[in-house]
């Protein structure tokens, strides 16, 4: 009995020992074993990894690993905890893995909701009902045509794909041109959309007779991405870490971040940032 008891306390220690480490994958060209930094290693990732140390009590682990696919099945295997992956390594994955951060470039807006709205009355089912129908946007502004051509130009939906593209000064005008037919369609960004619709009080709802056919957003180019069995406690814990990595230390930021040019700071982002929704 003493025996088995000093073989289960044995054990519990051993996985409570794997539990406090991060497994962090590190493309490098050739798959290697995990372990701990060397002396020689690059100062940032030093910072990057002393400074996830001290916030998450854990030991960190560089993985070295040949390639992003190479990581992401690493990731599903449960070998590593966290990888950076683009949407081609993430796609296999994707039951298996959760994206949880993105980079947002200096000078750049976050990647903010889209949406895609119809008369309330359209039959249309999607972007993909909306091919050589004219459409209309909400603006000349990044957040109302940039961001809203990027959402719907990741679904396959290019140059030529509508019949015309209306641009109006605002919202509102943009609503009128629906209401009144001259186009099919409206995109718009959620918050505009939000504004567009709140009346005098709360239960009021100006858009009664339009409908959204389809949401979604900018697909990510990358994102730092986690296996989907880590504890919740922890997934939440690297998102707020990362979210103030860029004025806390900017030294491990700056590495951290690398793989987005200039980057200004993480976000937190949706599981299937790396995916693309549904047309």
Not at 86 to 101: H, K, W
Not at 200 to 208: I, S, T, V
Not at 251 to 261: D, K, L, N, R
Request: proline residues 6%.
């Amino acid at each position: 009995m003493r025996t088995l008891i000093l073989a289960l306390a044995l054990t519990m220690a051993a996985m409570s020992a794997q539990a406090a480490t991060l497994k962090i994958a590190a493309v490098t060209g050739a798959a290697g074993a995990c372990h701990s930094l060397p002396g020689s290693a690059p100062a940032g990732q030093k910072a990057y990894y002393k400074h996830l140390a001290t916030r998450l009590g854990r030991d960190i682990q560089e993985c070295p690993v040949a390639n992003e696919a190479a990581a992401a099945q690493a990731l599903a295997a449960g070998a590593v905890d966290i990888a950076v992956l683009d949407p081609t390594a993430f796609a296999p994955v994707r039951a298996q893995t959760r994206a949880i951060l993105t980079v947002r470039p200096t000078g750049t807006l976050n990647r903010i909701p889209v949406l895609v709205v119809t008369k309330a009355g359209a039959g249309t089912a999607g972007i993909a009902a909306l091919r050589g129908r004219p459409v209309v946007y909400a603006g000349p502004t990044p957040a109302a045509l940039g961001v809203p051509r990027q959402a719907v130009a990741d679904q396959g939906v290019g140059p030529g794909f509508f019949s015309h593209e209306d641009v109006a000064s605002d919202a509102d005008a943009a609503a009128a041109k629906l209401r009144s037919g001259s186009d099919d369609a409206l995109i718009i960004n959620a918050g505009a959309w939000q504004r567009l619709c709140q009346g005098e009080h709360a239960k009021d709802n100006r858009c009664a007779d339009l409908k959204v056919i389809w949401r979604g957003r900018p697909r990510a180019i990358k994102a730092l991405v986690v296996r989907r069995t880590i504890p919740d406690e922890l997934r939440f814990r690297l998102i707020g870490i990362h979210v103030a990595l860029h004025l806390e230390n900017r030294t491990a930021f700056a590495w951290a971040s690398a793989w987005i040019p200039q980057g200004a700071e993480f976000e937190p982002t949706e599981a299937d940032a790396l995916a693309l929704a549904a047309r």
